[in-house]
C-alpha cells in the first residue's frame, strides 16, 4: 500500500529532523536500517531552528498515528503477526511523545481559564522544558491581559483571592509532570526498543508486509480483479456511525446541559462516565479520516496532512473532529483541576477557585458536545 510507505517515509524524515535538531533531543545516533534510510532522507549541513524537535516530535506523532490506524483498518491486508506487533508499539511512541505537549497545552489552558474567571493577571506562566527553555518562540505561556474596566462583583473578588494560589498550585503539579513526560520521551527516543520500531518503519518504507489477499491486490493476477479497499473503509465508516448513533446527542444538543454538568460536579474521583464514548467516537472518526486518506492513495504535503479524496476537504468531519479534540482537552483539564483540589491542606479560597475551575470546564465540554452534534447531524459539505 502506498500510503503506508508514504507515512513510513514521513516517519523517517522527521525522525532525522528529531536528531539534527541538537543534542537536547537525546536520541542519539540510529541503528541498523533506520539509521540508514535516515541518512538517505535527511538534508546534509541543515542548521536546527529553535522548535524543530518540537515540529518533529509532532510529526513523529503523526505518522506513527496514522501507520496505526491504517494497520489497524486495513489489517486482513497484511501479515496477521507483523500487523500484531507493530500497533502497541506504534501506540506506546506516539502516547510517550503525546504527554509532553498535553501537559503544557493543560496548563496553559487552566491559567488562561483562571484569568478570564477572576480577571486577575497574578498567574504563573506556564515554565518551559527542556530545549525549549533556550528557545522563546515555542515556550508556552499566557499573555498578559489588561484588567477588567468594570467593577468585580462580590463572587469574583472571592474567586480572585484564591485563583493566584490555584494557578501556582496547577503550575507547580503540571510542570512536574511535564518534566516527567520530557525525560520519558528522552529516555524512550534512546531507548532500544524505539530502535526496533524504527528499524521496522524504514523496512516498510519499502515493502509492506502483506497478505495473501494483500498480494493479489498488489499484483493480481492475469484477469483477475484487484482486491477493493472500499469494503474495508466503509467498515470503518460503519463502526463510527454506530457509535455516534450510541451517543446522548439529544441531551447534548442543548448548550447548557444541566443533567450532565451535576454528574460533572460530581465528587467522585473517578473519571466522568458519560466522557469514555465520546473519546471512542473521537478515535473512530480518525480512524475513518485515515482510512479515507489511504483510499485516496495521497501523498503527504509538507505539512505531513495526507490528501482527501477528489482533492477536497469534508468540513463535516474536519468540524467534527474539533469539537472532539476540544471535548478531550475540557474533560482532561477539568480532571487536572480536581486533582489539585484534592491536594492536602490548602486554603479554602484556593479549593473554591478550583472548584469554579472545574465547573468552567465541565462547562466546555458541554460546549463540545454540543458543537459536535450541529457539525455531525449537517450534510457532508465538500470544498474544492
Known amino acids: 500500500m502506498g500510503y503506508l510507505r508514504a507515512q513510513a517515509t514521513e516517519f523517517l524524515r522527521a ?11 537525546g536520541t542519539g545516533t540510529g541503528t541498523g536500517t533506520a539509521a540508514g534510510a535516515n541518512g538517505a532522507l535527511g538534508e546534509p549541513g541543515r542548521a536546527a531552528q529553535p522548535g524543530d524537535d518540537v515540529d518533529a516530535a509532532r510529526a513523529l506523532r503523526r505518522a506513527a498515528r496514522r501507520i496505526s490506524g ?29 504527554l509532553e505537549h498535553a501537559y503544557a497545552s493543560r496548563l496553559e489552558r487552566l491559567l488562561q481559564a483562571l484569568h478570564r474567571l477572576s480577571g486577575s493577571t497574578a498567574f504563573p506562566a506556564p515554565r518551559p522544558v527542556g530545549r525549549a527553555a533556550t528557545a522563546t518562540a515555542t515556550t508556552t505561556s499566557v499573555p498578559p491581559a489588561a484588567p477588567p474596566t468594570h467593577p468585580a462583583s462580590a463572587n469574583r473578588g472571592n474567586l480572585t483571592v484564591g485563583a493566584a494560589k490555584a494557578g501556582a498550585l496547577l503550575d507547580r503539579q503540571l510542570t512536574l509532570a511535564r518534566t516527567r513526560a520530557h525525560s520519558t520521551a528522552l529516555q524512550a527516543l534512546g531507548s532500544s526498543r524505539f530502535h526496533a520500531v524504527a ?13 495473501s489477499a494483500g498480494r493479489r491486490s498488489a499484483t493480481p493476477a492475469p ?27 439529544v441531551t447534548a444538543g442543548s448548550p447548557y446541559n444541566a ?13 466522568h462516565p458519560q466522557d469514555t464514548p465520546w473519546h471512542q467516537v473521537r478515535l473512530l472518526l480518525r480512524l475513518h479520516r485515515y482510512a479515507l486518506e489511504a483510499l485516496a492513495g495521497a501523498d503527504p504535503r509538507t505539512d505531513g496532512t495526507a490528501g482527501p ?5 469534508d468540513v463535516r468531519l474536519l468540524a467534527a473532529g474539533e469539537a472532539l479534540d476540544r471535548h478531550r482537552d475540557a474533560s482532561e ?8 483540589a484534592r491536594t492536602p491542606r490548602i486554603a479554602p479560597a484556593t479549593a473554591y477557585a478550583l472548584g469554579v475551575l472545574h465547573a468552567d470546564q465541565r462547562h466546555e465540554v458541554e460546549a463540545a458536545r454540543y458543537a459536535f452534534q450541529h457539525s455531525w447531524r449537517k450534510e457532508p459539505i465538500r470544498l474544492p
Not at 484477469?223 to 446527542?249: I, K, M, N, Y
Not at 443533567?259 to 473519571?271: F, K, R, T
Not at 483539564?333 to 489539585?340: H, N, S, T
Open 333 to 340: 483539564a477539568a480532571a487536572a483541576a480536581a486533582q489539585a
Open 309 to 313: 479524496p477528489d482533492d477536497s476537504v
Open 199 to 211: 528499524d521496522k518503519v524504514a523496512l516498510l518504507a519499502s515493502e509492506v508486509p502483506l497478505s
Open 15 to 25: 525522525l532525522r529532523r528529531h536528531r539534527e535538531s541538537g543534542p537536547g533531543t
Open 259 to 271: 443533567e450532565a454538568l451535576v454528574h460533572g460536579l460530581s465528587p467522585d474521583p473517578a473519571p
Open 223 to 249: 484477469g483477475a480483479a484487484p482486491v477493493d479497499l472500499r469494503p474495508l473503509a466503509t467498515a470503518a465508516r460503519e463502526r463510527l456511525t454506530d457509535a455516534v448513533a450510541a451517543l446522548p446527542l
Open 70 to 98: 491504517t494497520l489497524h483498518t486495513f489489517q486482513p491486508l497484511l501479515d496477521a503477526d507483523w500487523a500484531e506487533e507493530m500497533r502497541p508499539e506504534l501506540a506506546w511512541l506516539s502516547g510517550t511523545l503525546a
